[in-house]
Nanobody, 126 residues
Framework: QVQLVESGGGLVQAGGSLRLSCAAS????????TGWFRQAPGKEREFVAA????????NYADSVKGRFTISRDNAKNTVYLQMNALKPEDTAVYYC???????????????????WGQGTQVTVSS
């Protein structure tokens, strides 16, 4: 069992930056691929970024490539999402998710993930 807790959300002006954190319980978090997803009001939840268990491979949605960076520190059981050049359309609740997986698996499909956090609100003002 893995429990995920997101933090770092808030209100920021367009062009600003935020760093989200996803802290995980459990001693085997280094065996889990982790993804970030987001859900804007009135829209379906969508993929943002994913990272493999070791941190050596990443994947991004086209809408955030070049602006967001996913990373992880397995010694701290934490995954990060650095968000730069934020836009109003980035406003959403951001969720982290995890699935036990080998190093070659870091899916962009939300149904592939087993564990989910409660989410953190990010609001970008224009």
């Amino acid at each position: 069992q893995v429990q995920l807790v997101e933090s770092g959300g808030g209100l920021v002006q367009a062009g600003g930056s935020l760093r989200l954190s996803c802290a995980a319980s459990g001693r085997t978090f280094s065996s889990y691929a982790t993804g970030w997803f987001r859900q804007a009001p009135g829209k379906e939840r969508e993929f943002v970024a994913a990272i493999n268990s070791s941190g050596g491979r990443t994947n991004y949605a086209d809408s955030v490539k070049g602006r967001f960076t996913i990373s992880r520190d397995n010694a701290k059981n934490t995954v990060y999402l650095q968000m730069n050049a934020l836009k109003p359309e980035d406003t959403a609740v951001y969720y982290c998710a995890a699935v036990r997986a080998g190093s070659g698996y870091y899916p962009s499909i939300q149904d592939a993930y087993t564990y989910w956090g409660q989410g953190t609100q990010v609001t970008v003002s224009s």
